[in-house]
Nanobody
Framework: QVQLVESGGGLVQAGGSLRLSCAAS????????MGWFRQAPGKERDVVAA????????YSADSVKGRFTISRDNAKNTVYLQMNSLKPEDTAVYYC?????????????????????WGQGTQVTVSS
């Protein structure tokens, strides 16, 4: 099992930047593919970005391409989401998630249903 703790959320003006971090417990972080998701009030939880267990391959939703970057540091058991040029529509609770990836070093998983473990979420609010 793995426990996930997000941090780095907050209130920022449109055009600003934030970096979210997700720290994972345990010694097998590198065996998990990771993802960032977000959920706004009254909406479904949607993928923001995903990264393979190796960190080589990544996926970004069209709505954040060119603005958000997912990365991971397996030595620190941490996955990051760098968010630049933030817009009011980016306002949501952001969750990180993990799933075991086995031998699939290069695979990422963009669907929420593909994940086994979730953090508690961190609020990101972008003011106009």
């Amino acid at each position: 099992q793995v426990q996930l703790v997000e941090s780095g959320g907050g209130l920022v003006q449109a055009g600003g930047s934030l970096r979210l971090s997700c720290a994972a417990s345990g010694r097998t972080f590198s065996s998990y593919a990771m993802g960032w998701f977000r959920q706004a009030p009254g909406k479904e939880r949607d993928v923001v970005a995903a990264i393979s267990r190796s960190g080589v391959n990544t996926y970004s939703a069209d709505s954040v391409k060119g603005r958000f970057t997912i990365s991971r540091d397996n030595a620190k058991n941490t996955v990051y989401l760098q968010m630049n040029s933030l817009k009011p529509e980016d306002t949501a609770v952001y969750y990180c998630a993990a799933r075991t990836a086995g031998i699939y070093y290069s695979s990422y998983y963009p669907q929420p249903r593909e994940y086994d473990y979730w953090g508690q979420g961190t609020q990101v609010t972008v003011s106009s």
